[in-house]
C-alpha cells in the first residue's frame, strides 16, 4: 500500500460521522482534537497551580490559604476556558452545548447528586474560606490539619500522620470545629488535685510559678489559678493559661503537668491518690427477756 493510499484511508477514518448534536455532526477526527486539547488544559492548569502557588504567590506577603485559594480558582477558570474552546473544535454551537449539558443535568438529577453537592460545597469553602489549608480542624471524631482543598473533597492529615479524606458537604452541612481560625491562640486548662492539708497559698504560688517560668505561656491574656471545687480527697484546682498556637496544646499539656508535678514535689505539696475511709463501729449490746429464758429452760 502506498503513501497516497495510507494517508487517503486515515483521512476516510477520521472523516468518520460517530453521531450528531442538533445537526452538527461529530467526526473521529474533530473528537480526537476535543480530548487531545480538553487534555492539554487540564495539565496546563495544573502547572499554573503548581507555578502559582509554589513560586510567584510566595514572593507576596499572602496568606497561606488565600494563596491556595487564587491557585485553585485560576486553574479552574483555566479548565472551564479549555472545555469551551474544546467543543469548538466539534463544531457544536451554543444550542448544542445547552442540550448537552441538559442532558448531563437529568445524569446529575438521577445519580450524581453528591458529587454535585461536593462540588458546590468545594467552591463555598473555597471562597468563604470557612476553613484554609493549614487550619487546625475537628470533624466528627477525626482532628488533623488541612492539608489540600480539591472539588470535591478535603484532604486532611490526622495527629498520627494518616491522611483522610473528607467529602466537602461535611464542612458545609455539619458542625466543624476550626480551631485556626481568625486566631492560633488557645486557653489551655491544666487540672490538678492537692491534698486538703496543703497550703493553700503555697498551692497557688506553685502554679503560678509554672506558669511564669514556661516560655510559651503568653504573659497577655494573663493566667489563672482557680480553686475549681471541693473534691472528695482533695482540692479540685485549676491551672488556666494562654499559648500562642493551639496545634501546641498537647506538647504544652504535657510539659505543664510535668512541670507541676516537679514544682510541688520542691515545695512539699501531696498530690493524693483516690482514697475511701471505711469507718467500723462496735456492735450493740441486745437487751435480754430473762422471762422468755425462763419459760424456755424451766429446769434451770
Avoid: C
Avoid at 471541693?230 to 503537668?257: C, H, T
Amino acid at each position: 500500500m502506498e503513501l497516497q493510499d495510507i494517508l487517503t484511508t486515515a483521512q476516510d477514518i477520521l472523516e468518520i460521522e460517530i453521531f450528531s448534536v442538533q445537526g452538527d455532526p461529530v467526526t473521529v477526527g474533530s473528537l480526537i482534537v476535543f480530548f487531545f486539547f480538553f487534555i492539554g488544559f487540564l495539565i496546563f492548569g495544573s502547572v499554573v497551580r503548581r507555578l502559582l502557588q509554589g513560586r510567584i504567590l510566595k514572593r507576596f506577603d499572602i496568606d497561606p490559604g488565600i494563596q491556595f485559594t487564587l491557585a485553585r480558582i485560576t486553574q479552574y477558570v483555566i479548565v472551564v476556558i479549555g472545555i469551551l474552546i474544546s467543543f469548538q473544535f466539534l463544531e457544536i454551537n451554543l444550542t448544542s452545548l445547552a442540550v448537552i449539558f441538559g442532558l448531563l443535568s437529568v445524569g446529575i438529577g438521577f445519580g450524581l447528586q453528591n458529587i454535585t453537592a461536593n462540588f458546590i460545597s468545594g467552591l463555598i469553602i473555597m471562597f468563604e474560606r470557612p476553613i484554609t489549608v493549614g487550619d487546625r480542624v475537628e470533624v466528627g471524631d477525626k482532628e488533623g490539619d488541612v492539608i489540600e482543598i480539591n472539588i470535591r473533597s478535603t484532604k486532611i492529615r490526622t495527629l498520627n500522620n494518616i491522611s483522610i479524606i473528607v467529602p466537602n458537604t461535611q464542612f458545609v452541612e455539619n458542625d466543624v470545629i476550626n480551631y485556626s481560625l481568625g486566631d492560633p491562640s488557645f486557653r489551655l486548662d491544666i487540672p490538678v488535685g492537692v491534698a486538703y492539708s496543703s497550703n493553700l497559698d503555697t498551692v497557688l504560688k506553685a502554679l503560678n510559678e509554672v506558669a511564669d517560668e514556661h516560655p510559651k505561656v503568653m504573659k497577655q491574656p494573663r493566667h489563672q489559678v482557680h480553686l475549681a471545687e471541693f473534691g472528695d480527697s482533695a482540692w479540685e484546682m485549676q491551672l488556666r493559661v494562654w499559648i500562642p498556637n493551639v496545634k501546641e496544646r498537647y506538647i504544652l499539656r504535657n510539659e505543664l503537668n510535668q512541670a507541676i508535678v516537679r514544682k510541688f514535689e520542691k515545695m512539699k505539696v501531696e498530690i493524693p491518690f483516690p482514697q475511701r475511709d471505711l469507718h467500723l463501729r462496735s456492735s450493740i449490746d441486745l437487751p435480754v427477756n430473762t422471762r422468755f429464758n425462763k419459760e424456755e429452760n424451766p429446769g434451770s
